[in-house]
């Protein structure tokens, strides 16, 4: 089968949206801000949004199964305190969760946490943990930068992470590393913020010895690990000058790269350089890069077509990067397929 690890709730119906303008609007003017509750979506709506959208495209490119969390742009946790960010997660997990139950053959959830800047990530574990038991995801998006293009939190190896690996190890839960939209002029969100976060989170963890500390732990850099792969010798020569074992035995038990790199090049550099233990599928679809591509008349975000092309892949490799790597690295991911007979 064929495993997307990276799909986003982007097509939520626009009462959604409407939802999340009212809170920012109570921000200013209490009078403004919504009840939770005051958010009524169908489920008929739900169907709609992902059967016109996401499921076809699924069927179109042959692809089984996604990782489904909510928007990572509207995660927008530089916005608001705490509890804007608690009540905006609860909203968006639940949904991707009602996604799950309505397709349980198509999607299985990955939960956003209630991050706020300057406020210690510890206070993510009651919707972490009723995501994991409630909801049964798979996996979390761990954002790290809340502030939204500042960087004003410590680096991922940081201690006051801590709480959230502990959570992630005993849930035998994997991280993707995914920043929010961008609210510094400099950084484009999709185009800058997103690749400088995936590039800046690996190289905390070469410059820590974070996996010492937790030897199971597992973070997914996703859009093909930023400049990650395109300058790997850059990255080994400074493990070196650090006295850092060999990038292999240094990160690569606990870091894994996606395929959501939109052209056959990019794929070809990342399937070269990185080991194919390390290379999850993912497309990421109806996300960042939604046009198609005139040198090629396919969808960029159609990423299945790079992998199948590359003639770096055997097929036992292809089967690790679709389907293999993805129970390994997403335990409960394996599970919930098993438990299905699949
Ligand atoms: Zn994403």
């Not at 959570?167 to 999709?190: Q, W």
């Not at 997914?220 to 990255?235: D, K, M, N, Q, S």
């Not at 109806?286 to 090629?296: L, W």
Request: proline share 7%; glycine share 6%.
């Amino acid at each position: 089968m064929i495993i997307d690890i990276h799909g986003h709730y982007t097509t939520a119906p626009k009462a959604l949206e409407d939802w999340r303008a009212r809170q920012i609007a109570g921000l200013t003017d209490p009078s403004q801000a919504p009840k939770a509750s005051d958010l009524s979506i169908s489920d008929d709506a739900l169907i709609e949004s992902i059967e016109t959208n996401q499921l076809a495209k699924m069927r179109e490119r042959g692809l089984d199964l996604t990782v489904f969390s909510p928007r990572a742009s509207f995660m927008a946790h530089h916005i608001g305190d705490f509890q804007t960010s608690a009540t905006w997660a609860a909203i968006c997990n639940e949904l991707c969760h009602r996604v799950a139950r309505l397709f349980p053959d198509h999607f299985i959830g990955a939960a956003m946490l209630p991050q706020s800047p300057g406020v210690d990530p510890k206070t993510c574990l009651p919707e972490l943990e009723k995501c994991v038991t409630e909801y049964g995801v798979v996996a979390i998006n761990l954002n790290p930068d809340p502030s939204g293009g500042h960087w004003t939190s410590p680096p991922l190896s940081d201690r006051s992470w801590y709480p959230i690996y502990e959570a992630m190890v005993a849930y035998d839960l994997p991280a993707m590393i995914h920043v929010s939209t961008s609210c510094n002029a400099c950084f484009h969100t999709t185009g800058a913020h997103y690749l400088n976060a995936d590039t800046t989170a690996f190289m905390q963890c070469l410059t820590s010895d974070l996996f010492k500390d937790f030897p199971t732990l597992k973070f997914i850099i996703p859009h093909g690990g930023g400049a990650v792969p395109y300058h790997w010798g850059r990255f080994r020569g400074l493990a070196q000058e650090l006295k850092k074992p060999q990038l292999r035995e240094h990160l690569l038990h606990n870091i894994f790269f996606d395929t959501c790199v939109y052209h056959q090049p990019g794929i070809d550099l990342l399937t070269t350089v990185i080991p194919v233990d390390n290379i999850l599928f993912a497309s990421e679809m109806i996300g960042a890069v939604r046009g198609i591509d005139p040198e090629t008349g396919h969808a960029y975000d159609d990423t299945r077509r790079y992998i199948d092309a590359t003639l770096n892949l055997s097929d036992e490799d292809r089967f690790k990067v679709y389907e293999g790597n993805a129970r390994r690295v997403y335990p409960r991911l394996d599970r919930a397929l098993k438990a299905k007979g699949r």
